[in-house]
């Protein structure tokens, strides 16, 4: 909802290692209704890269730490360079019980 946030969250993620890197993307507009009442609001867009090993542990983090009651949370698994898929192996810390990052 507000820069701050979108900061506070990208640099907690990264922190707790559960993100190699998130992108903030500014100048969002959505339209939605909610609790029956339609509404426009700016948002700001995080894209966090990880791997799918930390799933649960970023949904639980986010629950934890984001401000909306119920934040859009959308995943994908996608294809990257061996290069830049051992940096964010590297950069993440899988948390214990999650099992090994799968290789992609």
Request: hydrophobic letters at 45%.
């Amino acid at each position: 909802g507000s820069e701050a946030d979108a900061r506070r969250l990208a640099a907690g993620l990264v922190q707790a290692r559960l993100a190699a890197c998130v992108q903030v993307e500014p100048g969002l507009e959505s339209h939605y209704r909610w609790q029956g009442a339609v509404h426009a609001d700016p948002e700001w867009r995080l894209t966090l890269k990880s791997v799918p090993a930390c799933l649960g542990a970023i949904q639980a983090w986010l629950g934890e730490h984001h401000p909306y009651e119920l934040p859009q949370q959308l995943w994908q698994v996608m294809a990257a360079s061996p290069a830049y898929t051992a940096w964010v192996r590297a950069e993440v810390s899988v948390p214990a019980g999650e099992g090994p990052a799968p290789r992609a």
